[in-house]
Nanobody, 124 residues
Framework: QVQLVESGGGSVQAGGSLRLSCAAS????????MAWFRQTPGKEREGVAA????????YYGDSAKGRFTFSQDNAKNTVYLQMNSLKPEDTAMYYC?????????????????WGQGTQVTVSS
């Protein structure tokens, strides 16, 4: 059974940083395409960043470019999202996704597995 568990969310002031983690059981990240999404109430889940198998390539949504970094630690079977220069508009529930089925890396429909999410709140 695949289980993804996010952690690292919290409250931070604008300009601050957070590092989100996503640990997996029953699933090997090093052989998977992964992604981070975020969602605010009433809005569709938005792709933030994605990483290819083995971490050779990373992809970022416009909101994340230059500020967020997606990385992975294969030994720990954990992926990370380092978020710097946070803005109030980054406030959202952040989700880890795995099991990409191809197509758009930033389409939530293309992922089979999801974590429960971790809340990020950025105050001005």
């Amino acid at each position: 059974q695949v289980q993804l568990v996010e952690s690292g969310g919290g409250s931070v002031q604008a300009g601050g940083s957070l590092r989100l983690s996503c640990a997996a059981s029953g699933y090997t990240f090093s052989r998977s395409n992964m992604a981070w999404f975020r969602q605010t109430p009433g809005k569709e889940r938005e792709g933030v960043a994605a990483i290819s198998i083995g971490g050779f390539s990373t992809y970022y949504g416009d909101s994340a470019k230059g500020r967020f970094t997606f990385s992975q630690d294969n030994a720990k079977n954990t992926v990370y999202l380092q978020m710097n220069s946070l803005k109030p508009e980054d406030t959202a529930m952040y989700y880890c996704a795995a099991g990409w089925r191809g197509g758009s890396r930033f389409s939530m429909q293309q992922y089979n597995y999801w974590g429960q999410g971790t809340q990020v709140t950025v105050s001005s």
